[in-house]
């Protein structure tokens, strides 16, 4: 078996491992960076990429205390609070750190509201923050080992498009400074195409990870994909190192002062799932799965806890499911393109309405949860104007045809209410009753039942150009369409129990020498609650840096 030696040695190469990889190295230290798929970036890089970073630097108006103040209104009980109270202390450093020792650069999301606009601390923007957009090819040939986006989130066979370029994209086809702008987007594409197999221009969660993994090579990390790690080694009461198997069989063992975790949580860990998650949620995960051991088991086998007490053990989303062309599964998070638009409506088995259709994606499953036996699957209806201007799931805005998602049973297409219902297998004249109770009011902008549209969380992800309501509008134009989505988790928040620093925590709370805990791996400080966008890409990206500072020390 293979020898070598490390100061740190990171599992996981997603958001929070490629931080503290990239901290540990700056740190003058010598870091492996394990990853068991052969790419770079797990679920950071297919992400929204934004990152809730609570009085950060490039924002005025926030404080620590105000969003102390949030967080105690939407973070259940009091545990976790000291690890909740170092992220609100360190996630300012941790962003000047990156800035200053890698070649992350982040710019605040002026309006992006968090998720409970009208409780007390909330902010409208700007605590938010997320990568600049990065051009792959200054990876040079490791360009191909970074993630690609999810197919489904880009357009014409891999273009990214920024949140500022949606709005042009809407337009493209009514207004002449969007067709323009569009074309230049679609010019710049060709040429990219020219030279590489997808647009180089990145943004979001794949710029993020793309400027992390920069950083990684540019900081000499020694980088090893298609590395599972098999157990962690223990000597006289400490972690020390790791032993591993690549793809080929190759093993090695692998010493280090200090093992952090960054393996992404248990989404597919069955077991564990199975011990932690709802019946209702089992079998979809909207995470992507590296096949190895999780982070949890490893540390479970050293003497580390998963937290049992958290309200939530994971952070939810409604999710489509369908087989790409090339026999892949694919999960469609429906997160911020379709909900909130006017013109759709959720409805259980019993045709009923049963949440606000507008709320978090989280909350949105949380309704699902509480009545699985009517709500799970729950569908997504609307009409012909609504598919071609907003599009459904993975059918996107301004599709000529949607025949091969019809034929695969993905998209559901019908030119009546009734035989839409008898479709889905839904009561025909409940169905009928709800989508009239709807647009009864829906031309007013009114939502009685729900109250949709009621904050500026929920109005910033509808349509401004919508009136009097964003969020609400009737389903009037057949052929109808329906989708149905099912509960899926963006990652786990139940996780190993840590100290401020990140190390993970035995049954007795006390830290075990040289192991630590972050991203998804590390018990959530949110508890489970889902307060803004980017609460699980802040304190992964925090508490990254906050463990490698804390284990460079143990040189």
């Not at 941790?94 to 070649?103: C, H």
């Not at 710049?188 to 993994?213: D, I, K, S, V």
């Not at 091969?404 to 559901?412: F, Q, T």
Request: one cysteine or more.
């Amino acid at each position: 078996m293979r020898e070598e030696e490390f100061d740190v040695v990171v599992v996981g190469a997603g958001a929070a491992g490629l931080t503290a990889a990239a901290v540990a190295a700056a740190e003058k230290c010598r870091v492996a960076l394990l990853e068991a798929t052969p790419l770079i970036g797990g679920t950071s890089a297919v992400s929204g990429g934004m990152v809730w970073m609570p009085a950060n630097p490039k924002q005025e108006g926030d404080t620590v205390a105000m969003a102390r103040i949030y967080l105690r209104e939407t973070v259940p009980g009091l545990a976790n609070e000291s690890v909740r109270e170092a992220f609100l202390a360190r996630a300012g450093e941790a962003v000047e750190y990156l800035e200053s020792k890698t070649s992350l650069k982040f710019q605040p999301v002026p309006v992006y509201p968090d998720y409970y606009p009208n409780l007390p601390g909330a902010t409208s923007g700007g605590r938010v923050l997320e990568a600049l957009p990065f051009d792959g090819t200054e990876l040079g040939e490791k360009f191909a080992l970074l993630r690609p986006p999810l197919p489904e989130f880009t357009l014409f066979g891999g273009m990214m498009i920024s949140r500022a370029d949606i709005p042009h994209l809407r337009n493209v086809f009514r207004r002449p400074t969007s067709t323009w702008k569009v074309m230049k987007l679609l010019a710049r594409y060709a040429r990219q195409r020219m030279t590489a197999q997808r647009g180089t221009t990145l943004y979001l969660g794949n710029a993020l990870t793309g400027r992390l993994f920069k950083s990684v090579l540019e900081l000499g990390v020694h980088i090893s994909l298609g590395t599972a790690v098999e157990r962690l080694i223990e000597e006289e009461g400490r972690v020390c190192g790791v032993e591993t198997v690549s793809h080929d069989g190759e093993r090695a063992r692998l010493r280090a002062k200090a093992v952090i975790l960054a393996s992404g949580g248990f989404s597919h860990d069955a077991e564990l799932r199975k011990a932690h998650l709802p019946p209702a949620a089992q079998p979809v995960s909207a995470t992507i799965s590296s096949g190895a051991t999780s982070g949890a088991r490893l540390a479970r086998a050293a003497g580390g806890r998963i937290n049992e007490r958290a309200a939530n053990r994971a952070f939810w989303v409604p999710a489509s499911c369908f087989v790409r062309k090339d026999g892949t599964q694919g999960v469609f998070p429906h997160t911020v393109t379709d909900r909130g638009k006017p013109g759709l409506i959720a409805v259980d088995r019993n045709g009923r309405r049963f949440v606000n259709e507008a709320l978090s994606y989280h909350e949105f499953v949380l309704a699902m949860l509480r009545q699985p036996d009517s709500a799970v699957p729950a569908y997504l209806i609307c009409d012909s104007s609504f598919l071609w201007k907003y599009g459904l799931g993975r059918i996107k805005p301004f599709s000529l045809s949607c025949k091969a998602d019809i034929a695969s049973g993905y998209l559901h297409r019908a030119e009546t209410i009734a035989e839409l219902a008898a479709k889905l297998r839904l009561p025909p004249q409940a169905l009928q009753d709800t989508i009239d109770a709807y647009n009864a009011k829906a031309e007013m902008g009114e939502d009685p039942e729900f109250g949709r549209g009621g904050d500026i969380y929920q109005r910033h992800l509808g349509d401004a150009g919508v009136r009097p309501n964003p969020c609400v509008a009737p389903i009037r134009k057949p052929p109808y369409y329906a989708v149905a989505v099912y509960p899926a988790d963006l990652g786990t928040a139940a996780g190993l129990r840590t100290d401020a620093r990140a190390r993970v925590l035995a049954e007795d709370d006390a830290p075990i020498p040289g192991l630590y805990a972050c991203g998804n791996d590390m018990n959530s400080v949110m508890n489970g609650a889902y307060p803004g966008p980017g609460i699980t890409l802040g304190p992964a990206l925090t508490f990254g840096y906050v463990a490698a500072k804390d284990a460079a020390a143990l040189r």
